[in-house]
């Protein structure tokens, strides 16, 4: 290898250990404060001593009714859980709050009897950061922290309600009562949370500074990560506001404020997802990665509903928390396929796709289903689709070849040209157009497999990285368990700079040494000085960035990259076979696609 090759390729790698060094350096994460204090509009609420059945929700009103009997008086915090056969809650009478939120069908290990493998989607909650908590005002209020009497509705409803006294301006007073009621469904991952304000004659609604309250989401959705580690998973913010869908990637210690009406909020991960459905227009959707408390990162939702200047109001939300997957999402797009009757919201918009690759993500995800239907493991669906993308773009690869070939044929004569002419670049390219009339020759003939497989790769990259199929889908046991995640073989007891991490990983390492083996086979040559020390840096440089690239990138998209090379080895051999017979029928001259087309030239006899 020459030296100005070794040179570039040190170069290399030390600009990727610099730049993993500086980044936690120069970027740290910035914790910005959020402000904890209550409402000056608001006093402490009092406990209510009566209540009337004509002040209070409908299922308040039923438990007065009815006595004692399924109302609970509570004054210290207790636990409440509901559970259904998609997902366990558990919730706090403190705010009517929730503190747990367990997916249990979804789990990668695919034992639905081990809580321990569920899936928490109310992730870093602490005693003052509890999900769906409301705050009156705006996101800078106070979490309502008061104790709530409770009322189990039955095994799949349960309500909370308080009485609170406001004091306005003038220094007269007026309560009204608070009630949240949560709903579920044995068979749907979206729930219904009715908040209801019912005041006395007094009470006049609620307005502070143009908000009426504000309902926050969990801090962080599931499965528990962390982002300075996992750099292929993440957090990011979507929505949809008039009929647009849009999205907001933030970075750590960051807030961000839509103003207007939004359709839906969500906060979206690699394969789950929260999405809050107001029934009713939102004044502001304020979005923030900023820690509060415990926890290695945060991702929060706040929906501030507009002022209600009236005495009574009841809104309702719809909120979807469960699987990234188009299946269960577009469900909300047609009424009679889901619980609640809601039908055009779009849910399904908060898919990860490709933008405009997305229908070529389609066509890739639809082929390896065919192919685990026949044999139902998801790592020999790689295998075989590699194989056919490989033999449908065969043609394309041999032209790529012959093109390379004759290049490498026309060299000497292109040199002389660029020798001859190189004062003048008009006449040295009128000159090249020519060689290559002459010859046959299409200079960009050799970049159209190129062209072509990049946006294979750019599919497969999505598609691996989002595809909730391969979530926890084993295709060798002990060295590759989860093909949506990188392989181990040997776990280190402490972390390898550069993002590398703890785990010993084979498959980046035959990723390495199979592209070293491509190029090496693959390599032109007739080049030298610069454009052979370009080459080699190439073949040999390029590889080695992508081994620090691709080592946590999930295995399932290195397996398809692996394959892939070994059978373009496998193809370049044959097509040199193919090229060497062809070569020979022609005098020594590399054909052109041409060629294959034209029976065995005729040679022409000697003139004597």
Not at 130 to 137: E, K, L, N, P, T
Not at 474 to 494: A, C, H, K, N, Q
Request: aromatic fraction near 12%; glycine fraction near 8%; proline fraction near 5%.
């Amino acid at each position: 290898m020459e030296k100005n090759t070794i040179i570039a390729i040190v170069l290399s790698a030390l600009v990727i250990i610099v730049g993993f060094s500086l980044q936690s350096y120069l970027f740290p994460p910035v914790n910005q404060p959020v402000s904890e204090n209550v409402s000056e509009s608001i006093q402490e609420p009092m406990e209510s001593t009566e209540i009337q059945p004509s002040e209070i929700s409908s299922f308040v009103q039923d438990s007065v009714s009815a006595g004692i009997d399924g109302t609970e008086e509570i004054l210290e915090e207790q636990l409440y859980t509901i559970e259904t056969d998609l997902v366990k809650v558990v919730f706090t009478n403190r705010g009517g709050d929730i503190l747990s939120y367990l997916l249990k069908e979804e789990n990668s290990q695919g034992d639905k009897s081990d809580e321990s493998l569920f899936i928490e989607m109310a992730d870093y909650t602490t005693e003052t950061n509890r999900a769906f908590s409301i705050m009156f005002g705006d996101s800078a209020g106070a979490p309502v922290d008061k104790i709530f009497n409770v009322r189990l509705i039955d095994d799949n409803s349960i309500g909370f309600y308080t009485t609170i006294t406001t004091k306005g301006n003038s220094g007269e007073e007026s309560s009204f009562v608070l009630a949240k009621q949560y709903t579920f469904h044995p068979d749907d991952y979206m729930f219904e949370l009715v908040v209801t304000i019912d005041g006395d004659n007094n009470f006049n609604g609620l307005n502070f500074g143009g908000s009426a309250y504000t309902l926050k989401t969990s801090p962080q959705i599931g499965p528990k990560w962390d982002s300075s580690r996992d750099k292929y998973d993440y957090r990011r913010f979507h929505y949809i506001q008039d009929g647009k869908h849009k999205k907001i990637a933030l970075g750590e210690g960051q807030t961000r404020a839509i103003e207007g009406n939004v359709s839906w909020a969500g906060v979206v991960g690699k394969y789950f997802t929260l999405i809050a459905v107001p029934d009713f227009p939102v004044q502001k959707t304020s979005y923030s990665t900023v820690v509060k408390g415990e926890g290695a990162n945060a991702a929060q939702i706040y929906l501030t509903r507009p002022a209600i200047n009236a005495s009574r109001n009841s809104d309702t939300w719809y909120v979807y928390i469960g699987p990234r997957t188009e299946k269960e999402l577009a469900a909300y797009n047609v009424s009679s396929n889901n619980s609640y009757g809601l039908s055009g919201r779009n849910l399904n918009q908060a898919v990860e796709s490709s933008g405009i690759l997305a229908p070529l993500e389609i066509v890739l995800k639809w082929i390896m289903e065919i192919f685990h239907k026949i044999i139902p493991n998801w790592g020999v669906s790689i295998l075989f689709m590699t194989i056919l993308m490989r033999l449908i773009i065969f043609p394309l690869t041999r032209k790529s070849s012959e093109a390379t070939l004759k290049m490498q044929e026309l060299q000497p004569r292109m040199k002389e040209i660029q020798e001859k002419y190189n004062g003048n670049p008009q006449k040295m390219n009128e000159e090249m157009a020519k060689l290559y009339k002459e010859t046959g020759y299409n200079p960009l003939s050799g970049c159209l497999p190129l062209l072509i497989q990049f946006p294979l790769i750019f599919a497969m990259y999505n598609l691996f990285n989002n595809y909730f199929e391969f979530r926890g889908a084993m295709f060798i046991p002990g060295w590759i368990p989860d093909l949506s995640r990188g392989d181990s073989v040997y776990t280190l007891g402490f972390n390898i700079p550069l993002g590398i991490g703890n785990q010993i990983r084979l498959l980046p390492i035959i990723y390495v040494f199979s592209q070293l083996l491509f190029g090496k086979i693959t390599q032109p040559g007739g080049m030298s000085g610069q454009q052979a020390g370009s080459m080699k840096f190439m073949m040999y440089g390029m590889p080695l960035i992508f081994f620090f690239i691709f080592y946590n990138a999930p295995s399932g998209l290195l397996i398809y990259w692996i394959t892939s090379n070994l059978l373009t080895l496998v193809q370049q051999i044959i097509i040199n076979k193919m090229i060497h017979g062809k070569k020979n029928q022609n005098n020594g001259e590399v054909p052109t696609s041409n060629t294959y087309n034209k029976g065995p030239s005729k040679k022409t006899p000697n003139k004597k």
